[in-house]
């Protein structure tokens, strides 16, 4: 069974850098059929799909965050990570790491999900 | 980015009927050279993350009910509950995987009547 489990710090001063990791279970993010991707859902609104990494390096992110974003893997923790920066309020949310399809794009399993509230 | 509109907005369903939800994407996400639309669906509980229900618009996920189901080609498309069960109360999200960024409907939040 695929998990995943994010862990980070759950407050984040505005300006300062989110850095959050992702710990895989049961897959490996070497494995060449999936992206391993972060999205975040501000409190109480919808999905915002922020990039993915693949396990060549290749990443791939959303236009309107890519000159603050960073998605980096550490193969040999089994994990993947997110560095967010130069953060406001705006980016307070709940961030989900999740495994993504080659194609299908499907998404599919999700971690849990950890809030990331900015503030100073 | 494609733009996704989910309507309603919310919905509220007596146990045992059926509930529709409605998908427009703002451009096509049917690959014609495919045949495949590129489009998903998500179920979301509260205090839990999406559930993938749906994949290439009308594939039921394993283990997902067969209660539910998704149908529509291009730009339109729906997600069927045959026979609203409690557990289906959820926020319902429409996924557009055509192309990159992938955007998400902005959510339909179904409820018992």
């Known amino acids: 069974q695929v998990q995943l489990q994010e862990s980070g710090p759950g407050l984040v001063k505005p300006s300062e850098t989110l850095s959050l990791t992702c710990t895989v279970s049961?897959?490996?993010?070497?494995?060449?059929?999936?992206?391993w991707t972060w999205i975040r859902q501000p409190p109480g609104k919808g999905l915002e799909w922020i990039g993915y990494?693949?396990?060549?390096?290749?990443?791939n992110y959303k236009p309107s965050l890519q000159s603050r974003v960073t998605i980096s893997v550490d193969m040999s923790k089994n994990q993947f990570s997110l560095k967010l920066a130069s953060v406001t309020a705006a980016d307070t949310a709940v961030y989900y790491c999740?495994?993504?399809?080659?194609?299908?794009?499907?998404?599919?399993?999700w971690g849990q999900g950890t809030l990331v509230t900015v503030s100073s | 980015d494609i733009v996704m509109t989910q309507s309603p907005d919310s919905l509220a369903v007596s146990l045992g009927e059926r509930a529709t939800i409605n998908c427009k994407s703002s451009?096509?996400?049917?690959?014609?050279?495919?045949?495949?639309?590129?489009l998903a669906w998500y179920q979301q509980k509260p205090g839990q993350p999406p559930k993938l229900l749906i994949y290439w618009a009308s594939t039921r996920e394993s283990g997902v009910p067969d209660r539910f189901s998704g149908s529509g080609s291009g730009t339109d498309f729906t997600l069927s509950i045959s026979s609203l069960q409690a557990e289906d109360v959820a926020v319902y999200y429409c996924?557009?995987?055509?192309?990159?960024?992938?955007?998400f409907g902005q959510g339909t939040r179904l409820e018992i009547k």
């Open positions: 451009q096509t996400v049917l690959y014609t050279s495919k045949n495949e639309n590129y």
């Open positions: 049961g897959d490996s993010v070497r494995s060449s059929s999936y992206y």
């Open positions: 999740a495994r993504e399809g080659l194609m299908p794009r499907r998404i599919d399993p």
């Open positions: 996924q557009q995987y055509y192309s990159t960024p992938i955007t």
């Open positions: 990494i693949y396990y060549s390096g290749s990443t």
